[in-house]
């Protein structure tokens, strides 16, 4: 499994450990991944996702999770999150 929020996209980013001295050495800047379960208002079940501490904030922000795949783009999109987004679209077609 990916250390990938599934929703925005935000993934270990690389830089340096710049010591006193100033020496640089590798490290990596990991995202605050957690596991969540967020309802889904149009399809009426809930989903589990991996996704940042940070994103889960905007998540909020937008409304809820059926407002933020709405709004969002495919390319930032996880297949389970991908997957999710067509479910929906079809179903607000429907209705």
């Not at 830089?15 to 605050?32: A, D, E, I, Q, Y």
């Not at 009426?44 to 996702?49: I, M, P």
């Not at 940070?54 to 930032?76: I, P, T």
């Amino acid at each position: 499994m990916s250390r990938r929020c599934e929703l925005t996209g935000k993934a270990v980013q690389v830089g340096h450990l710049v010591s006193h001295s100033n020496r640089k050495t590798k490290r990596r800047f990991l995202p605050n991944l957690v596991n969540v379960t967020l309802q889904s208002d149009a399809l009426g079940r809930r989903v589990r996702l991996r996704i940042a501490a940070a994103s889960l904030r905007s998540v909020e922000h937008r409304g809820g999770l059926d407002a933020f795949l709405m709004k969002a783009k495919a390319d930032e999109l996880s297949t389970n999150a991908l997957t999710l987004k067509r479910e929906l679209e079809k179903k607000l077609a429907a209705q």
